[in-house]
């Protein structure tokens, strides 16, 4: 399992885990319809608390990245994630200010932030980058 | 009053313990939901021996009440004991024995006892049926101890220190075992531990116990998401107002800078700091360490 948990780093376990299965979700790691292991099995394997891990499972189904059938298991959900509008705007502008700030110390000009990063939506058939450039634009 | 229409694995209200005129526990209002695996933090002489060993009868309360399984350990004690895993802190075995003595003698003891599985532990654990304890290193005597606490198959385990002389290796493997086998089956834990990093692991809430008080009790994960640190420049001067805006624990001055110790509203913080005129600032993620340690300082600051 690709899956890793750093404990001591002040981020919620959870938090870890579900950054890195949207990560890879969003990378095509773990492709739609692909089943994730049962909680008790991948709590036992990662040696983190079975609540952990079903938490995990919960707040990515609201998310849309997975769905669960019941007695079936989990599964990557296919399609991309439903969230509020308003919650994937703050997630996406704190993503920019991440880029932004690593482009700062780079020395990276704007037009070189801009021409890379429409270079990896083009790598991203999966990925509409219409939202993302309109946030740059304003940035 | 203790309602007895619900019933968490363990419940205490005011629950006090004074020995030779010193409170070593005073006034513990401690909760903990079946199912979860609560960790138990704190300096030593914190009060989290005497807690777990009131709960165990093992010691009698000064004043107070506490539910174990529903039941009073004080009335009850044998039905307590016999749902109850406990793993005593290091140097409670009796020296002479076999470590295959014990197990006959818990077996005896117990009626829930599961032989096969506690086989099949004794050999994960590499522990000799034969060896005598006296022989034993400490990091097999807590694993002996740990055995002993789970062959019962217990609703409820009790572990004092349960990592004490366990190498990394070991260590990961006793988490997995009580990942798997007891949390991941419903059932609960109440531990004690010093190690910060394994019981982000194994542990769904935390107690912070300091000199007999319990400072905070909390999820985990909601924990770490709302205790941060906000460092701050304020060109034109800190607003009079920014000790009382909300979340706001406490102000320090580090380097030129403001530091906010904040307790959850980390949202409504950064959105009013961003209101600011030029004001720069960051919010800092904080360690289950740092956040201990934090609380204890103000816990120590209460007494000067």
């Known amino acids: ?124 058939p999966g990925l509409e980058g219409r939202e993302l450039e309109k946030e740059l634009d304003q940035s | 009053m203790i309602n007895p229409d619900y019933e968490p694995a363990v419940l205490t209200r005011g629950l006090t313990k004074v020995f030779k005129g010193l409170a070593v526990l005073q006034d513990l209002n401690l909760e903990i939901p079946r199912g979860s695996v609560f960790a138990l933090l704190g300096p030593n002489g914190a009060g989290k021996t005497t807690t777990i060993k009131l709960l165990m009868n093992l010691l009698q309360p000064t004043a107070g009440e506490m539910l174990v399984l529903g039941l009073d350990p004080i009335t009850r004690g044998v039905a307590v004991r016999s749902r109850v895993g406990y793993q005593p802190e290091i140097g409670q075995m009796p020296e002479y024995a076999r470590v295959g003595e014990l197990l006959e003698l818990c077996r005896a003891l117990y009626p829930t006892w599961n032989t096969c599985k506690v086989e099949s532990y004794r050999r994960e654990f590499g522990l000799d049926p034969r060896a005598v304890v006296k022989h034993l290193s400490k990091g097999r005597v807590t694993l002996l101890a740990l055995l002993l606490a789970l062959g019962p198959e217990p609703e409820l385990l009790l572990l004092d220190e349960p990592d004490t002389g366990l190498d990394p290796v070991r260590r990961r493997q006793v988490i997995k075992l009580l990942v798997e086998d007891v949390a991941g089956a419903g059932r609960t834990i109440l531990l004690s531990s010093h190690n910060l990093t394994d019981v982000e692991r194994l542990a769904d809430r935390v107690g912070f116990l300091n000199r007999g008080h319990l400072l905070l009790s909390r999820p985990l994960d909601e924990l770490l998401a709302e205790e941060k640190k906000i460092w701050a420049v304020f060109p034109d001067g800190v607003p009079a107002s920014l000790s009382t805006w909300p979340g706001v624990r406490r102000l320090e001055q580090e380097d030129g800078r403001t530091v906010l110790v904040v307790s959850g509203h980390v949202e409504e913080l950064t959105e009013r700091l961003c209101s600011l005129d030029r004001v720069t600032f960051e919010v800092l993620d904080q360690t289950l360490e740092d956040i201990f340690i934090t609380y204890a300082e103000e816990d120590r600051a209460l007494i000067r």
């Open chain 1, 1 to 124: 399992m690709w899956l890793r948990v750093e404990p001591g780093r002040g981020i919620p376990i959870y938090v870890q885990l579900m950054e890195q299965i949207r990560m890879a979700v969003a990378s095509g790691l773990l492709g739609p319809g692909e089943q994730l292991p049962p909680v008790r099995e991948l709590a036992g394997r990662l040696a983190v608390n079975p609540n952990t891990v079903a938490k995990v499972y919960q707040e990515l189904e609201r998310e849309g990245v997975i769905t669960t059938r019941r007695g079936k298991g989990s599964f990557v959900a296919a399609g991309s994630p439903q969230l509020k509008e308003e919650e994937r705007k703050k997630r996406l502008i704190l993503a920019v200010d991440r880029l932004l700030a690593e482009a700062y110390h780079l020395g990276c000009p704007p037009e070189e932030v801009m021409e890379t990063v429409r270079a990896g939506l083009a790598d991203r």
